[in-house]
């Protein structure tokens, strides 16, 4: 069984835009177990869509295309696809009065051009789009069965999930049960995790491991087939169970949640509120934490104090703190966290300062050092770390997750 | 001039990882006026990249190849190279000793498995590698010249840059002088922006016009080629004063630079200090404006209020003003923005609250509506803006870009 993808559009040949599509596509297909074997990309050109057509026809398959499927006249897969398979295109009425009806239901009238879009080749199945006004169509074109998807990657994934994965399984016969688990990680690199965990391959065989950096958080993937659906759950649940006894608590979710969110969930388990105090973090910790919709539940006060003024105005920090320890400092870091926590009146507090970079390092606190501080009810703590990245934008990004990381360990204490 | 990528790599092929460098490298051979015809992606498979290097033997004369020359078993390339082109492995003793340094720089002794990176194919031309231990090579194999590049996005960049564009410039015997120009712009969408601009190409016909969104910017880049490199700088200058008639202030920067940088080299300019209250926009905005490097010269404070009674015990807004006009309206965006002001004794302020979804819109007030406030020397204003995009982070960042840009406007007045 051959699978490739073919991504289409001159803003991705030309580099105008990332592909992101053949990714996630791939992604699927693998999920159930269907190995693709390449990617191609061509741009809007009907002779160089035809003879790549023509060239997977012979090669491969199963076919995901993606894009040019749209109302203009640089959407040309149609056209593509008719010449490749040597049909005409015919005119489907039932899809132009959906087509007209979308546009009705937007108080407008159809352009001319969208009668292209009910166009398909002799033979083709229609792939109904229910979120957009380009639908798809699957046709069979030498030895390959081609899945034409739109390139909108919203439309695509909700067709590609719904309706192509199920008409694949269909076609290959496929009486295997699949299934996949993201497990999110803080803490050990890809290379760390894979040492620790490299006994995972002998002990189960039947569970294909992988993992993926979304930095500074690395997520394992599970991924699982067989024929017998109860018997794939409890192999599932015996791996976890191992995995969760070697990484203890670096593992920061088994629903593949990232850390802003698990914290969220911790401070609503306990019913609890959280402020902030950032200096070299900018503002990153609050932006991650309001990105989780709900978090006005926990989350009150994110007091962004960059300039030593506003440590003192905003958060009490005293002008001797500041001049006995310098702005980069446990004692400050603390100054900061217990300020936030009173002012706010939140339940826990947590607080960042030290050196992002490029400038304002030295040779005892280099950018890449930061000082991280926990205020609770139980008392104020502080830690600080040395992070090798040398990138601000990291540095940023590491600093945020590793206090996030501080406030979870000290929530869990508390469960 | 048939020019093509091949990205190689089973996380690539597997979809675990977004293949970026397809992207990075065509847009960089389209800026020399060669156009690249496709994009392909094969795994780790010495089968699979000895196959696809002989296509593209055949069919192409530039191929730029990324990935596979690492030290471990499964970086393949080199092998594939060598099987394609007919030739055998021959160790470059330079390039080992050079590998050796770099380990004993670093006090290690290098692993065995590193000296296969010193191996190149028979007749190749090394491409260094100034900042990893992957060297390249470019190596003739059919019609095509091919160029093996590291997978490492860092790596890959400096020597297609360094090494690779000028050498395909010199095999074209290329006599055009190339110029790129990006405008960052923000307030018209792509489509919009194309009608305003829509007589660029009857006048200016020797510049190709392109855009890329980068939501909520949108950046224009103008792609020229010369014989004449002062006729190209004139035209270059024609099309920008014409395009600044068209566009006026939706022009953030004529180097491309994003919204935040463009507002930092303002304040610094007008040796200015700013301080921001968000509610809604939950610390973007602060991010953002702590990306930027030296930042801490004019960044004073971000006070991320997401709870009524933050807005009131850190910046003073008044209870009878959020009883009155509740949290989300143009009264208490302007006590905001006064509040930080004051607070943090900077000379501007900005200040957002408003509704990001998915909860908490009414019919009056539905999810996507912001308040936005501006308080400076000069006094205090505001303004509200609904935006359709109904997802909370494109709201956070749309919101976050429009606090900015009032700035902005505001900044260029005082000029």
Not at 347 to 358: D, E, H, R
Request: proline share 4%; glycine share 8%.
């Amino acid at each position: 069984m051959i699978a490739e993808v073919l991504a289409t559009g001159d803003e991705i040949r030309s580099g105008a835009l990332v592909d992101t599509n053949s990714a996630y596509i791939s992604e699927k297909i693998e999920e159930i177990g269907i190995k693709i074997t390449r990617h191609n990309c061509v741009g809007d050109d009907e002779d160089e869509l035809t003879t790549i057509l023509l060239e997977l026809a012979e090669r491969a398959d199963i076919i995901i295309v993606t894009g040019g499927l749209g109302p203009t006249l640089d959407d040309l897969s149609r056209e593509a696809a008719v010449r490749a398979a040597g049909v005409s295109l015919i005119l489907d009425n039932k899809v132009l009065e959906k087509i007209k009806n979308f546009f009705v239901s937007r108080q407008k009238s159809m352009p001319d051009s969208n009668i292209r879009q009910a166009m398909f080749p002799q033979g083709a199945a229609i792939l109904e789009n229910p979120i957009g006004t380009a639908p798809g169509f699957s046709l069979r074109i030498g030895r390959g069965t081609f899945f034409f998807l739109p390139g909108v990657p919203a439309e695509m994934r909700k067709m590609l999930n719904e309706q192509v994965i199920p008409k694949i399984k269909q076609e290959v016969k496929d009486p295997y049960y699949y299934k996949t688990k993201t497990i999110s990680t803080f803490g050990l690199g890809e290379s760390a995790l894979e040492d620790k965990l490299s006994d995972f391959p002998s002990l189960f065989p039947d569970i294909k491991l992988g993992f993926r950096a979304s930095f500074p958080e690395v997520q394992i993937k599970l991924y699982q087939k067989n024929s017998n659906e109860n018997a794939l759950v409890k192999e599932q649940e015996k791996a976890i169970t191992w995995i969760k006894e070697k990484l203890g608590h670096k593992i920061v979710s088994l629903t593949g949640q990232p850390m802003a969110t698990v914290v969220g969930d911790l401070l609503i388990k306990q019913k609890a509120t959280l402020a902030v105090a950032e200096s070299c973090t900018g503002g990153l910790i609050a932006n991650w934490l309001t990105d989780r919709p709900g978090s006005s539940e926990y989350f009150l006060l994110a007091a962004v104090t960059y300039a030593n003024s506003a440590k003192q105005s905003v958060l009490g920090v005293e002008q001797k703190t500041l001049e006995q320890w310098g702005a980069a400092h446990e004692e400050t870091a603390m100054a900061m966290a217990v300020g936030v926590k009173k002012l706010s009146g939140s339940t826990y507090a947590i607080a960042t300062t030290g050196i992002a970079g490029p400038a304002g390092g030295s040779l005892e606190k280099p950018a890449g050092t930061v000082y991280i501080a926990f205020a609770g009810p139980q008392g104020t703590k502080a830690r600080h770390y040395f992070f090798p990245f040398g990138k601000r934008q990291l540095n940023k990004k590491i600093f945020a997750a590793q206090a996030l990381n501080l406030l979870r360990l000290e929530l869990l204490k508390s469960i």
